[in-house]
């Protein structure tokens, strides 16, 4: 089974084809948006981080922009630095160009400031751009596909319709050889005891477990009590009754393969099959962490509907149910609801899920990317200086 | 995990499940179809609410999407409510213990 895509030099294929703007730290954000325009379709990836970050902050804002740069679906790289922040420019070029991808450097301070950077920025794109070419897909075995799984704006409906939905399609995948990402540790938190038995061996299921039991901790240190009103009123008056039903109906859309792998945040799997990364249960830093591991197409539940996207990577949005698909239809790509309301059955969805996961992996523009949505941030666990 | 094939009234996500979940309001009296069985609601349930499809003692687990979400604390019969005042999470304390 195969879909139309780009072969990386890294071995795995991506689902577009982005030359991509990046700036070191939030310092030269704005420059680097500015030089994107130079170049029709290039992508800026503005962030707040880069600089004055202690603890793991600094290495997981390096490790995140490195991994977004060396993206599957990422043709190119111009790295945009200031001159004197943490995340040093020639250090994230390096990093991004070890997995093959072109990158150039500019610097704001050894330009000489916003509009000599600016210029020279744009000649560096263009260059890239021209070195790269046109997006020309070919055929590529799905073992070269990385998929990511997320949900947000949760509802009653999403562990009945189209987080299992989700999982039949990982299940599909897994078995033709991709690797699928599931994240959100959070949402385990009271669940962890499920994890050991899903791995392949002991060890990463107990790893799992561990991993759940680390971020609840953490949050317990500032205060957060994630478990005393878990389920909430809100969950409970909508029938959910423990934990262990919320966090295995989120848990279903990772689908029913064992888990081959526990990754930190932001990590490109090492193993094929289904793997576990540590992401808060916030959207848009779980995304992009998923994105820096590789992820080349996400599919995504909402029971409320959000909009989000992502800079480097198509998020197919699939509706919990049918109310939401028609209120907010601009930003849907598939009602699972249709499994609720009869309409349809899992198995029938299931097909047709599949095929438009390889029909937009192969190219076809999700709701999100007609909008252009390209919503980022990046995980942080201390405070900035 | 194959789960079952759903009616437009309840869903039950896997063979394996004691439980399914309603869709829509269910009236207490109504049989609802499954493939585990075909089942008369002892009790209004309402939608993304459970109700037993086989019989479950007390101290039994619980079992939906294949796994135990939590145990009975009294005994359920077919086409009883299933929630918070006869299934008890196996995740002890709030927020502090952990096995």
């Not at chain 1, 139309?4 to 704005?30: I, K, N």
């Amino acid at each position: 089974m195969h879909f139309q895509g780009f072969p990386r030099a890294d071995g795995a294929a991506g689902t577009r084809h982005l030359v991509v703007v990046l700036p070191t730290v939030a310092c030269s954000s704005h420059v680097a948006t500015r030089i994107a325009s130079a170049v029709p379709g290039a992508i800026a990836i503005a962030h707040q981080h880069g600089c004055a970050q202690i603890g793991d902050d600094a290495a997981t804002t390096f490790r995140t922009l490195a991994g977004i740069g060396a993206s599957p679906n990422v043709a190119a790289v111009l790295v945009v630095g200031l001159g004197c922040e943490q995340v040093q420019a020639d250090a994230l070029a390096d990093a991004v160009g070890a997995s093959g991808t072109p990158v150039a450097v500019v610097g704001i301070q050894h330009e000489g400031g916003t509009s000599s950077a600016v210029a020279r920025g744009a000649a560096l794109l263009r260059e890239l751009a021209a070195t790269v070419g046109p997006a020309t897909r070919q055929p590529c075995p799905l073992d070269q596909l990385i998929l990511a799984t997320e949900c947000g704006g949760s509802d009653a409906f999403s562990g009945l319709t189209a987080n299992p939905l989700v999982g039949r399609i990982a299940d599909r995948a897994v078995d033709a050889g991709a690797t699928v990402i599931v994240s959100e540790t959070t949402e385990f938190i009271g669940a962890e005891h499920l994890l050991p038995p899903r791995g392949v061996t002991p060890e990463i299921g107990e790893q799992a477990r561990q991993m759940v039991l680390d971020c609840e901790r953490s949050c317990c240190r500032y205060g957060a009590d994630l478990t005393g009103s878990n389920p909430s009123p809100g969950n409970i008056e909508g029938g959910l009754t423990t934990i262990e039903e919320k966090s295995l109906g989120c848990l279903a859309k990772a689908g029913s393969s064992p888990i081959a792998e526990v990754l930190p945040y932001a990590q490109r799997p090492a193993r094929r099959g289904l793997v576990l990364m540590d992401t808060p249960g916030n959207d848009v830093e779980s995304i992009a962490g998923m994105a820096a591991g590789g992820a080349s197409l996400i599919l995504f539940t909402t029971g409320r509907g959000t909009p989000l996207g992502c800079p480097v990577a198509p998020v197919v949005k699939i509706a919990t149910n049918t109310p939401l698909a028609e209120r907010m239809a601009e930003n849907i790509d598939f009602n699972a609801g249709a499994i609720a309301d009869g309409s349809t059955t899992l198995d029938k969805a299931a097909d047709a899920l599949w095929r438009l996961t390889l029909a937009v992996a192969s190219g076809r523009l999700t709701a999100a990317e007609r909008l252009g949505h390209r919503e980022f941030g990046i995980r942080r666990t201390a405070p900035t200086l | 995990m194959a789960p079952t094939p759903t009616s437009r009234r309840a869903i039950v996500l896997d063979p394996s499940d004691n439980v399914a979940t309603a869709l829509a309001p269910l009236a207490a009296g109504e049989r609802i179809a499954t493939a585990a069985a075909t089942v008369a609601l002892a009790h209004d349930i309402p939608p993304g609410h459970k109700f037993a499809v086989r019989a479950i003692p007390p101290g039994q687990p619980v079992v939906k999407y294949a796994q135990p979400i939590g145990r009975a604390t009294q005994p359920i019969a077919p086409g009883h409510h299933v929630h918070v005042h006869n299934c008890a999470s196996q995740r002890a304390g709030s927020g502090g213990e952990h096995p």
